[in-house]
């Protein structure tokens, strides 16, 4: 338990050094311009391809479980649309850039420790906290929501396409049912969601390589750390997040 | 010039250092001697501030440095320069990059000023044409003499080297030597090196300071050094067979 409360401790410590000014914001900018880079742009693709088959899938699965006559065609469509807006394209896709951008930063910022690149910026008189960690959480924040939104179209166009192509439904009952009460709020809320989740990811992940003490072994530790912490940390925010937001 | 009174240091109730009480003078090659594990790398640490000490003092010129806040402790450290033992060049920048960072961190210098600065001090080490290569596509011996650069870069008062040839060869070792020497007097640094290479020592040992299991047990330079009555000294400085000979043939 004191070793938990601890860790806690030295989190909220380290978020403290991470919040500090910036001893040169231009440096700074350039940073967080090469970590958009890094942890959005390059996190397109596997949120496109990932997305295109939950949407599929979901309306595949939906389809299957109205085939009951007594439930209109447009189900699936709106079937699909909630479920990628309120639950996958953001919860899903959260745990899976916990994935590959917490293990990615992770690694970085452990991989710089033990090869004393953090002391040495230490020792230059940098803040190593701040430079290495805030541009992480602000490329994060601001550009995971962009990925939501991606993560939205690419589900329903996927979904659209697994409907018409394997013939479930007609395109107009799917484009009629995505449509269909639609709630402008959930929008919101899955952004909102998001924007949480990022700041999770980053911040856990960055912890967790920035005290790695030993070598590629604690690495590799800290690495699965930051991905099984930050997963079981986005799920617990969901709910208490769900709870605040939708109740 | 950094003075060092009584300083202690332990981790997990283990004494690792005791009692080391030291001055280290500017324009010289001050070098910490000892067995792997005798306390060298802590020390150091310790003086540039990367441990904290359980009690003691460090001072640079005037100044208590392990009773500083973070800020004043801040501009001390601009004043630095250190070479890890693994270099610790930044693998995600160029060389170039990695040498102009400290010059885009704390300098308003124009790009063509610190493009110049960067030059001046890639050319002081004997690196050329490599502005652009990373950290990996670099020999050891040239990652060395990158992170001098790096260090030299801002014009420090104050240079720590870490084992700086560990996994070189002889004669690239003895050439970094030679280059931390020629920029110690150059620029009248204090230059702290930590070694337990003894061509190293009968090098560059002006000021040599030996350590064992976490106590200085002998100051001296590099002509009083093979006539110690230090038997610690004595078994670490005439550890081979060959230097065994010698000794005994004197």
Redesign the interface.
Same mark, same amino acid.
């Given at each position: 338990m004191i070793k938990f409360l601890t860790q806690i401790g030295r989190y909220f410590m380290l978020l403290g050094k991470v919040f500090s000014i910036p001893e040169k914001p231009s440096v700074y900018y350039k940073q967080t311009m090469r970590e958009f880079v890094f942890l959005g742009l390059n996190s397109i693709g596997i949120i496109t391809i990932i997305s295109f088959f939950m949407g599929a899938v979901v309306t595949l699965q939906t389809a299957y479980n109205t085939e009951n006559p007594i439930y209109p065609a447009y189900l699936i469509g709106l079937g699909c649309r909630d479920s990628m807006i309120l639950e996958f394209s953001s919860t899903v896709a959260a745990l899976i850039l916990a994935g590959k951008v917490g293990s990615n930063i992770s690694s970085e910022i452990g991989t710089m420790r033990v090869t004393e690149q953090i002391d040495a910026l230490e020792i230059m008189g940098v803040n190593s906290a701040s430079y290495l960690i805030l541009p992480k959480i602000i490329a994060t924040v601001i550009f995971n929501p962009f990925l939501t939104l991606i993560s939205i179209i690419v589900g329903i166009f996927g979904g659209w396409m697994a409907c018409v192509g394997l013939g479930v439904a007609t395109s107009e009952d799917y484009i009629y049912g995505i449509q269909y009460a639609f709630i402008p709020y959930y929008i919101t809320y899955s952004l909102i969601k998001t924007v949480f989740f990022a700041f999770i990811i980053s911040s856990v992940s960055a912890f967790q390589g920035y005290y790695v003490v030993g070598g590629s072994l604690e690495v590799g530790r800290a690495s699965t750390k930051a991905v099984v912490y930050s997963s079981v940390l986005i799920l617990l925010f969901n709910v208490l997040l769900t709870q605040l937001l939708l109740s | 010039m950094i003075t060092i009174n009584h300083l202690y240091k332990s981790f997990n109730g283990h004494n690792v250092l005791e009692d080391i009480s030291v001055v280290f003078e500017p324009g010289k090659t001050n070098l910490i001697i000892g067995q792997s594990g005798s306390g060298k790398t802590v020390l150091l640490?310790s003086i540039?501030?990367?441990h904290d000490i359980d009690s003691g003092e460090i001072w640079y010129e005037d100044k208590l440095f392990n009773k500083l806040d973070f800020t004043s402790?801040? +501009?001390i450290?601009?004043e /630095?320069?250190?070479l890890?033992?693994?270099s610790?060049?930044?693998?995600s920048l160029t060389v170039e990059q990695n040498v102009i960072?400290?010059l +885009? /961190?704390?300098t308003d210098k124009t790009p063509e000023e610190k493009i110049d600065r960067v030059n001046f001090c890639l050319n002081r080490v004997n690196i050329k044409n490599a502005n652009k290569l990373f950290p990996a596509e670099l020999s050891g011996g040239m990652r060395k003499r990158v992170a001098i650069a790096r260090a030299i870069s801002l014009n420090p008062k104050y240079l720590?080297c870490d084992e700086p040839n560990s996994g070189l060869d002889p004669i690239t070792a003895i050439l970094i030597d030679a280059l931390i020497k020629e920029l110690t007097e150059e620029y009248s640094m204090t230059t702290i090196v930590n070694t337990h290479d003894m061509n190293s020592v009968m090098e560059i040992g002006e000021k040599i300071i030996f350590i064992s299991e976490g106590v200085k047990c002998w100051e001296g330079n590099k002509n009083e050094i093979l006539n110690s009555d230090c038997e610690k000294l004595n078994d670490f400085v005439f550890a081979n067979s060959l230097a065994k000979k010698l000794r005994a043939s004197k």
């Open positions: - | 640490k540039v501030g990367l402790k801040k +501009e450290r601009k /630095m320069g250190m890890f033992q693994g610790a060049l930044f693998d960072f400290p +885009e /961190m704390f720590f």
